[in-house]
Nanobody
Framework: QVQLEESGGGLVQTGGSLRLSCAAS??????????MGWFRQAPGKEREGVAC????????SYSDSVKGRFTVSRDIAKNTVYLQMSNLKPEDTAVYYC?????????????????WGQGTQVAVYV
């Protein structure tokens, strides 16, 4: 199976920037044939979708709360997807996860725990 490792999180001041990385490893697969998603979970809240890049050059979608501030990109040669986060706000504080495919709605809560991996912590302070 494909393993995903998130990295790049940290502590940053309001208005700052971070770039998260999601590196895919394990069994060989055609990286660009799969949608890749970013999700986050703040303390005491449910996991929510942040962004999704569709397969094979398809569209990229963002949640309203991050639109215009976050940008997803994909490096096919490195099997890595990035989430560039700018103008960070305290409400962006969460553990961020990357995924193969982009579950939506109630399907988010139906995914098994190991689907999400460990994530990477982002903390934005005032």
């Amino acid at each position: 199976q494909v393993q995903l490792e998130e990295s790049g999180g940290g502590l940053v001041q309001t208005g700052g920037s971070l770039r998260l990385s999601c590196a895919a490893s394990g069994r060989a697969f055609e990286f660009d044939d799969y949608a890749m998603g970013w999700f986050r979970q703040a303390p005491g809240k449910e996991r929510e979708g942040v962004a999704c890049t569709r397969a094979n050059g398809g569209s990229i979608s963002y949640s309203d709360s991050v639109k215009g501030r976050f940008t997803v990109s994909r490096d096919i040669a490195k099997n890595t997807v990035y989430l560039q986060m700018s103008n960070l706000k305290p409400e962006d504080t969460a553990v961020y996860y990357c995924t193969v495919d982009c579950p939506t709605g109630e399907n988010i809560g139906r995914m098994p725990d190991d689907y999400w991996g460990q994530g990477t912590q982002v903390a934005v302070y005032v």
